[in-house]
């Protein structure tokens, strides 16, 4: 994968989740998953995570926050 954070256009006042890597991604799994939202522009963010654990930290501390 080339890129670890990416800027993009996202729906509006998208929440912060997390989401498991995937074949769908770039063609192959590369790292644990990423992390995306966006502003109330649609102004979004996409970061990925390369390990297993700090993503399994990420997804518990968003789970709280619901």
């Known amino acids: 994968m080339s890129q670890k954070q990416i800027i993009m256009k996202m729906d509006k006042n998208h929440p912060l989740e997390v989401h498991a890597s995937c074949k769908t991604c770039g063609g192959q799994p590369d790292g644990a998953g990423y992390?995306?939202?966006?502003?109330?522009?649609?102004n979004g963010v996409v970061l990925w995570i390369e390990e297993q654990e700090v993503f399994d930290i990420v997804a518990k501390i968003i789970a709280q926050q619901s």
Do not use: A, R, V
């Not at 992390?35 to 649609?42: A, F, I, N, P, T």
């Open 35 to 42: 992390l995306c939202g966006s502003d109330e522009e649609g």
